[in-house]
């Protein structure tokens, strides 16, 4: 009789062990899949706070050019910018050479 209830269930216990199979895989399927996305985020924040780090670097010197010099001066020298109303004069001598 017990073997009857064994041979009667068996189909059933498969196909329940199948699918526990199943439903484990898939959850450590996409466990992995958020550890890798995780891991993937984490080089992409590192990368902005590089960028981050370099603008900021880049807003100290232009600050340090803007408190140390003239803001004027430094347009003139570094930009080549002009007053409206200036007339600026070139030297054709220094052109020849």
Known sequence: MKIKMLKRFMGQYMILSLFVFFLVFSIITGFIFQIRKINEYKGQIAQINNQIEDTKEEISKLEKICKSNDLE???REQL???????IIYADSSERDN
């Open 73 to 75: 001066s430094a347009a």
């Open 80 to 86: 080549g910018m002009i007053k409206s109303n200036e």
